[in-house]
């Protein structure tokens, strides 16, 4: 599942669920939640809530689902060229967020006196206490962990709630239209008339939302075969024809392969 974009999209749509996650009251100040360039890597920063008011702190937001033992080296890097190149002169606190606990390495000696002074904190998303996951964004985090079984009961608690606590038309929408694509990216090999059965998808995949995440999710597959076709001798021209995708997409896909992948 693609969870840097949902987890995007939903401190997008729901900016007060970080504080909820670190159990503190919300605060005050407005925040707005955005991605930053970072000029020295040429590279982006995905998630950071910058606060209005320069006496809150920012936050760095990274998300993990798989395992990545440089993790932490990359993200506090990133961090610290952040804090160089912008200079915000306010305090700052690293938030991640680990699908689960099993996936993180031990935090390099070097980098643990800053868990010690609260500027790093770490969340595991599959020990979130249930009266955590009682409101509506914790609850929709809480779905993309939440096993394939359990899925449909969650789902249906939370399009309740939420048309039931929120009275923004707008934002209510929003809201349901995050706990769809949840659903839609978290079975991605289930046929429409399947995901209609499950989970009452009648009304919802008439959206042009439903028709995108399904037409990204279709071209991800495709994408993932190219490696494979082009260690079978095709080429580049011969891929685009067999996927029906365009020659430039392949190519780009070729050029970020290893370079072992491509000899």
Do not use: C, H
């Not at 605060?27 to 991605?35: D, E, G, M, Q, R």
């Not at 160089?84 to 980098?111: D, F, N």
């Not at 009266?131 to 929709?140: A, D």
Request: a negative charge; hydrophobic letters at 40%.
């Amino acid at each position: 599942m693609r969870t840097d974009n949902i987890f995007y999209q939903i401190f997008k749509t729901l900016p007060e669920v970080l504080f909820e996650l670190l159990e503190q009251e919300v605060p005050l100040a407005k925040y707005t939640f955005s991605s930053l360039q970072l000029k020295e890597l040429s590279r982006t920063i995905d998630g950071v809530f910058i606060p209005e008011d320069k006496n809150y702190p920012i936050y760095f937001i990274e998300v993990q689902f798989q395992k990545d033992d440089f993790f932490y080296y990359r993200l506090l890097t990133e961090i610290f060229i952040y804090l160089g190149q912008y200079k915000p002169a306010q305090p700052w606190q690293a938030v991640v967020l680990w699908g689960k606990r099993s996936l993180e390495k031990p935090i390099a000696i070097e980098y643990q006196p800053l868990k010690a002074q609260n500027l790093l904190q770490i969340i595991y998303l599959d020990e979130l206490k249930p009266e955590q996951t009682e409101s509506v964004g914790l609850g929709i985090i809480e779905l993309v962990v939440t096993p394939e079984a359990a899925a449909v009961e969650k789902v249906e608690q939370l399009v309740t709630t939420a048309k039931k606590t929120i009275t923004d038309n707008s934002l209510q929408r929003e809201i349901i239209e995050l706990i769809e694509k949840i659903v839609i990216y978290k079975f991605p090999k289930k046929s429409n008339q399947e995901l209609e059965s499950m989970f009452g998808l009648a009304e919802w995949k008439q959206t042009q939302f439903y028709q995108d995440v399904k037409a990204e999710g279709n071209l991800e597959g495709k994408l993932e075969t190219i490696p494979g076709l082009l260690s079978l001798g095709l080429s580049p021209e011969q891929i685009a024809k067999v996927l029906e995708i365009s020659l430039e997409t392949v190519q780009k896909v070729i050029n970020e392969l290893p370079q072992s992948r491509e000899n």
